[in-house]
């Protein structure tokens, strides 16, 4: 098992760019989720999903989109990227919402100039 | 939303000593307590984690204590080696569906 797979691992953006973070698991996990880290501020929940077609916001969604078409997949998209979105992003998936490990991506550094 | 504090932010220790890092969570219905582990430049990865059914778990030089009545919950390193420097989260879940991280903290052992 490739586990969780995260691309690209490096970006930089111009301000007002979009984008979109890709995040693939081959554990036949149910949820999924995006994190960003921050300096100091730790692991910050963007949003996550509890199975195909389930999203949800977390604790810092504004700017960011996600869907979830397959249990595999959940992008994380950047409509209109700000300097304030420089931060490293982590994608994590579990095997059920409750209670079990989360398994990490090995992060997207991204800096918006 | 959920509120998870960690407390001190950085800890240094002497190679051989032990290393305590303890948090405090807000939700009362959480019943799941990991910790991980993240290495400069890598991805978190979890190290230990107790169920609110559990007052204390052991893995070799590593454990976790809970105390549900107070809300807080600590990792216990003995015995520190070089390896273990590194960041540590502790996490929670609350609502059943999200997962709290702490703001860490900053391990050094000194060799």
């Given at each position: 098992?490739?586990?969780?797979?995260?691309?690209?691992?490096?970006?930089?953006?111009?301000?007002?760019?979009?984008?979109?973070?890709?995040?693939?698991?081959?554990?036949?996990?149910?949820?999924?989720?995006?994190?960003?880290?921050?300096?100091?501020?730790?692991?910050?929940?963007?949003?996550?999903?509890?199975?195909?077609?389930?999203?949800?916001?977390?604790?810092?969604?504004?700017?960011?989109?996600?869907?979830?078409?397959?249990?595999?997949?959940?992008?994380?998209?950047?409509?209109?990227?700000?300097?304030?979105?420089?931060?490293?992003?982590?994608?994590?998936?579990?095997?059920?919402?409750?209670?079990?490990?989360?398994?990490?991506?090995?992060?997207?550094?991204?800096?918006v100039v | 939303g959920e509120n998870v504090e960690q407390h001190p932010s950085t800890l240094s220790v002497q190679e051989g000593d032990s290393a305590v890092i303890k948090c405090t969570y807000s939700d009362s219905a959480s019943n799941y307590f990991p910790w991980y582990k993240q290495e400069l430049g890598k991805r978190p990865q979890l190290i230990i984690d107790i169920r609110s059914n559990v007052g204390e778990k052991k893995d070799q030089r590593i454990a976790v204590t809970l105390n549900k009545t107070a809300k807080h919950f600590s990792l216990h390193i003995t015995e520190t080696q070089p390896e273990d420097s590194a960041v540590y989260f502790c996490a929670a879940y609350y609502g059943n569906n999200r997962l709290a991280f702490g703001k860490g903290n900053q391990v050094v052992v000194i060799p």
């Open positions: 098992n490739a586990g969780v797979t995260q691309t690209p691992k490096f970006q930089v953006l111009k301000t007002g760019q979009s984008m979109t973070l890709q995040c693939a698991q081959d554990m036949n996990h149910e949820y999924m989720s995006w994190y960003r880290q921050d300096p100091g501020m730790g692991l910050r929940l963007i949003h996550y999903s509890v199975g195909a077609g389930i999203t949800d916001q977390g604790e810092v969604p504004n700017g960011y989109n996600v869907s979830r078409s397959t249990t595999e997949d959940f992008p994380l998209r950047l409509l209109s990227a700000a300097p304030s979105q420089t931060s490293v992003y982590f994608c994590a998936s579990s095997y059920s919402h409750q209670n079990t490990e989360a398994f990490f991506g090995q992060g997207t550094r991204l800096t | -």
